[in-house]
């Protein structure tokens, strides 16, 4: 299974860590418009973010990284940031909190959700971004 499927929306999919799941990290397709954003999509299945030919959604700011098939398939609308890199966890195998020097660390864009995962404040002032994933530095 998927980690997020979106069919026909138009959503905000923001500030996840998916990782391992049986096919893909996010799935949009038959027309989806969702904008998806400050995303770590992390050893899924198949691919890290499947977005069929019919979609249009816009997707920036995620890492796709280590994914079964490729990182990134499909055709949507860059906004930017899309990378494929280590994003540097804790312990791949379950801990999904930053390490220190996590190229994740300030490279998210602004799509405001006030906390991460845990409830801990996203940063959001000067000239500091969040962090892309769920969980906050």
Same mark, same amino acid.
């Given at each position: 299974t998927d980690g997020i499927v979106a069919e026909q929306a138009v959503a905000g999919i923001g500030y996840n860590t998916i990782v391992r799941s049986i096919g893909n990290g996010i799935s949009l397709a038959n027309g989806d418009a969702s904008t998806v954003l400050n995303n770590i999509l992390f050893r899924?299945?198949?691919?890290g973010l499947d977005a069929s030919a019919s979609a249009a959604a816009q997707v920036g700011y995620t890492n796709s990284f280590g994914n079964g098939l490729a990182d990134f398939n499909g055709a949507f609308a860059s906004l930017g940031g899309l990378i494929s890199t280590s994003p540097r966890f804790i312990n791949p195998a379950g801990d999904y909190h930053l390490r220190p020097g996590s190229p994740m660390i300030n490279a +998210? @864009? !602004?799509?405001?959700?006030?906390?991460?995962?845990?409830?801990? +404040? @996203? !940063?959001?002032w000067g000239n500091t971004y969040p962090d892309?994933? +769920?969980?906050?530095?």
């Open positions: 899924n299945g198949s691919y +998210a @864009r !602004v799509q405001y959700v006030p906390t991460d995962i845990e409830g801990k +404040a @996203r !940063v959001l892309i994933g +769920a969980y906050e530095f």
